[in-house]
Structure formats: C-alpha cells, structure tokens
T-cell receptor, first 113, second 113 residues
Framework: QQQVKQSPQSLIVQKGGISIINCAYENTAFDYFPWYQQFPGKGPALLIA?????SEKKEGRFTISFNKSAKQFSLHIMDSQPGDSATYFC????????????FGEGTQLTVNP | DTGVSQDPRHKITKRGQNVTFRCDPI?????LYWYRQTLGQGPEFLTYFQNEAQLEKSRLLSDRFSAERPKGSFSTLEIQRTEQGDSAMYLC???????????FGPGTRLTVT
C-alpha cells in the first residue's frame, strides 16, 4: 500500500525557473515530512523538512508548503540551477512508530542551462 | 569525514551465496536504520535499531535477512542464499534522539547474478 504519492515522475525546468513537486499522504498520524535529494550513485541527502503545525518553511531557494486538511505538501525550488538536477523524494514518518520513513516514488528533475 | 559510511560500496555475487554489508553511523547516533532501494523507486524501510536493540523489522525482511548492531555502534546486514530479486541498493541511515533527522550513507549496491 503506497502511503505517500509523489508527482510528477519527471520534471524539466529552465535555469532560473521554479520547480514544483507535489506529494500526498494517507496516514494522518504522520508528524514529520522531509524532502531528500539524491544524485546518481549516492545516498539521499536531507534537504528540508516540516512538521504539520506549520504551513510553510523556507530555507534558501527551497520552500515546503504544507496543507494539513488536504493531506498534501509540496517542494518549491526557486531560481532552479543545473546543479539542482537530481532525484527528489518526499517522505513521511511518525515519531511514535520509530520514525521509519515512508518515501514517495521520486521525481527526476532536470534543469536545462 | 564524520558522515555515515558503508562498506562495500558495490558487491557482485552469485545466486545462492551469502553476503554481509557493514554500516558505520555518525558517532553517538543512537538510532540506525536500514532501507532498500530498487532502481527508479524510493527507499523502503527494512529495520531499525536503538542502540543495540532491534526494535522493528519490516515484512520485507524475509528469514534470509538478518541484521545486528552488537555494541550499539556499527551494524551489519547479512543476506543468506541470495536471490536475483535481492539486487538493490542497501542504504543505512543514522539519527540521534527519536530518529526524526536521518542521515544516509552512500549505500551498498548489490548485484546478484
């Protein structure tokens, strides 16, 4: 059972544009929502994360928007750069369940120069 | 470098052989997680430890899989009688406290021929 659904599967953006990746979850008990960035042959790297009591979190060019009632959250990458080209994964966890992460399927982002 | 390390980075084995992977977490991180990632998919949770205690195992972890963390520091993941379906990237992550912020290692890529 897929508990975190991610879209789109792939995304192509021009340099300087905004990249938007969306995720939806089913389990309302989730209480932590991180985003990970993964380059080929590397492990996922924690990018930014949010808890459900906050509707938005911004760190540099990366912003998470969170809609608790819709059970959706999204990652916005402002001023996208070719170096941002990677696979992005949303995830969710529940602290009382050992904080094991449930990942989305991933979005392959390509930023053209 | 004080990040999570994994060894080996790549392993090619024949079907039916046993393999063992090692993970060294970030120093003093009490939690250690194992995930498996197949091509084009997000990581899937396998098991986790708090100190030396294994607290949860996914149903993905068949009887052929065993994990240990004998002294609450490094961990090993053993797969017995490997099958072609075991081919994947095996990722280790560590965290402090309740496991909310998980930091991943580079992974071990297993190929079963």
């Amino acid at each position: 059972q897929q508990q975190v659904k991610q879209s789109p599967q792939s995304l192509i953006v021009q340099k300087g544009g905004i990249s938007i990746i969306n995720c939806a979850y089913e389990n309302t008990a989730f209480d932590y929502f991180p985003w990970y960035q993964q380059f080929p042959g590397k492990g996922p790297a924690l990018l930014i994360a949010i808890r459900p009591d906050v509707s938005e979190k911004k760190e540099g060019r990366f912003t998470i928007s969170f809609n608790k009632s819709a059970k959706q959250f999204s990652l916005h990458i402002m001023d996208s750069q070719p170096g941002d080209s990677a696979t992005y994964f949303c995830a969710a966890s529940r602290e009382t369940s050992g904080s094991r992460l449930t990942f989305g399927e991933g979005t392959q982002l390509t930023v053209n120069p | 470098d004080t990040g999570v390390s994994q060894d080996p980075r790549h392993k090619i084995t024949k079907r039916g052989q046993n393999v063992t992977f090692r993970c060294d977490p970030i120093s003093e991180h009490n939690r250690l997680y194992w995930y498996r990632q197949t091509l084009g998919q997000g990581p899937e949770f396998l098991t986790y430890f708090q100190n030396e205690a294994q607290l949860e195992k996914s149903r993905l972890l068949s009887d052929r899989f065993s994990a240990e963390r004998p002294k609450g520091s490094f961990s090993t993941l053993e797969i017995q009688r490997t099958e072609q379906g075991d081919s994947a990237m095996y990722l280790c992550a560590s965290s402090s406290g309740q496991g909310v912020w998980q930091y991943f290692g580079p992974g071990t890529r297993l190929t079963v021929t």
